[in-house]
């Protein structure tokens, strides 16, 4: 060989021992030195195949906890200014059952501080009647009619003769199991509106009773009942606005669950031409004799517009969403009506909220795929969710309930390719709830006011070339740690050896 210096030799030497170990007593002749291969380097030991095995074990193990650590993504969290511009709006999303208001006159309303107010909100808005167990006894109420302009005629203010029978409590069912058509107006005394309707109330039930004696034609009678004097009468057919006027059909109508007679409400004007229009194309299918419908009944579209389903329980699941400016504001649930006046010491505004929520749903599935957010997210979105707010009379007459929530934007944001990008955002808030006693109509009222300041979570993901160096590392650390406790243990083995062997000298 060509005199090679020391380095090139050893470096030789290893080559040689890794491609074949028979090169032991292989000699290079060099100018600085001529050595034989380290036996530690030939020599298979037990001590050196067991190190060999914990140290492939140690690497593995570090690889996986290496890349755990790379594909765990880690959070920051900041509080910030909220950065939603100006023209935002919130959208609410919202589920609650009322057991005593009635779906006839529930009215949702939004108004916030900068001036906002807007009354009876149908588009977004969905009703069902309840019953007091809040399962829904039949399809959604659609309440156009009974908000619409509503014609009096012009105010009459002499008095007119009593036309209408004044029924009772006693009376009733017997009055309506007689008579085909029984056509009521529940009323009150006190009521602006049951004054309006009288003269005209009256003045009709007079020509009708003339035109349909009620002892020889006996096809309709028209009544009045005074609910300050027979509240359990209209209790039981679930009157909450006056007047409210109801068409009672004989017993061969179908029976609800609860078994009351099938009945109707009329929503048409209440002038004295309106009011016969609309019986005498009720009684016209009615055979005089029999008291049988015609084969061929029917009424006039104009008319059954005006006709609709009372409602057979007294309660109301509103639903549905809204969108509201980013400003303080209140969402407002009360009985609304044009036409109607209200007894505000017998409403009750008891609800449960079944759902309650701010801004944009996170989609169920986007929580499922990222699991690391939990900690972060949906925590306090559904404060009100599940809970109940009950007035059992205790509180006494007038009572409203509200709510103060305080609402905060959390936003998540990542960091991919040098760039943010948005991950989702919810609204959590905090509830407080109260109540008081009013002079005014009682109401369920959500105050809701937003935080100007919102929680800002980054994802810092590790970079791929910091995951390579790590791992490059711990490959390195761990041979070179194996080497040194290798080289220790040998030589620690040798040296017992002599001692031995001295010994035994």
Wanted: glycine residues 6%; proline residues 4%.
């Amino acid at each position: 060989f060509t005199p090679l210096d020391c380095r090139q030799v050893y470096i030789l030497t290893l080559i040689f021992v890794v491609l074949d170990n028979s090169f032991n007593d292989l000699t290079f002749e060099v100018p600085c030195c001529s050595r034989k291969i380290p036996r530690d380097l030939t020599e298979a030991s037990l001590s050196g195949a067991g190190l060999s095995i914990v140290a492939a074990l140690v690497m593995m193990l570090l690889f996986g906890m290496e890349l755990s650590s790379y594909l765990e993504v880690t959070t920051t969290t900041a509080v910030v200014v909220d950065k939603s511009s100006d023209g935002d709006f919130l959208r609410i999303d919202f589920n609650i059952s009322f057991p005593a208001l009635s779906c006839e006159f529930a009215s949702l309303d939004v108004n916030d501080v900068l001036g906002t107010n807007r009354l009876n909100i149908t588009k977004t808005v969905r009703k069902f009647p309840i019953d007091p167990h809040l399962k829904a006894t039949g399809g959604e109420f659609h309440s156009g009619l009974a908000s619409h302009h509503i014609n009096h005629g012009e105010e009459i203010k002499q008095e007119f003769p009593d036309g209408a029978i004044q029924l009772t409590n006693g009376g009733f069912e017997s009055l309506s199991h007689h008579f085909p058509l029984l056509i009521v107006n529940f009323n009150a005394p006190w009521c602006y509106w049951s004054n309006r309707l009288k003269p005209s109330w009256e003045k009709a039930a007079t020509i009708i009773k003339q035109r349909y004696n009620p002892d020889t034609d006996g096809r309709v009678l028209l009544g009045s009942v005074d609910c300050t004097e027979e509240p359990a009468l209209c209790r039981r057919n679930h009157i909450q606005g006056y007047p409210s006027i109801r068409i009672f059909r004989k017993g061969n109508d179908l029976k609800e669950d609860h078994g009351h007679h099938e009945h109707e409400s009329y929503y048409g004007d209440r002038d004295t031409e309106s009011i016969v229009k609309m019986v005498d194309e009720l009684v016209a299918p009615i055979h005089p004799e029999t008291h049988k419908l015609a084969l061929d009944w029917g009424i006039s579209n104009d008319t059954a517009k005006l006709l609709k389903k009372a409602p057979v329980t007294g309660g109301c699941r509103v639903e549905g969403y809204v969108r509201v400016k980013k400003v303080p504001g209140n969402l407002v649930i009360s009985a609304h009506s044009g036409a109607h006046s209200f007894d505000s010491s017998q409403m009750n505004m008891s609800h449960v909220v079944t759902h309650l929520s701010f801004g944009r749903m996170i989609d169920t599935r986007l929580l499922t795929d990222l699991k690391r957010l939990l900690p972060y997210l949906g925590q306090s979105h559904d404060k009100l969710d599940e809970k109940a707010f009950i007035n059992q009379h205790e509180f006494g007459a007038n009572v409203t309930i509200e709510h103060y929530l305080q609402i905060v934007k959390t936003e998540v944001i990542t960091r991919r390719y040098g760039q943010e990008h948005s991950l989702t955002e919810e609204h959590e808030y905090t509830a407080h709830s109260s109540i008081t006693q009013t002079y005014y109509l009682p109401v369920a009222k959500f105050h809701f006011e937003l935080s100007p300041m919102q929680i800002l979570i980054t994802e810092n993901p590790k970079s791929f070339s910091h995951f390579i160096t790590n791992l490059c590392a711990i490959i390195g650390g761990v041979f070179t740690v194996a080497g040194i406790i290798d080289s220790v243990l040998h030589n620690t083995i040798r040296l017992i050896k002599k001692v031995e062997l001295g010994k035994n000298i």
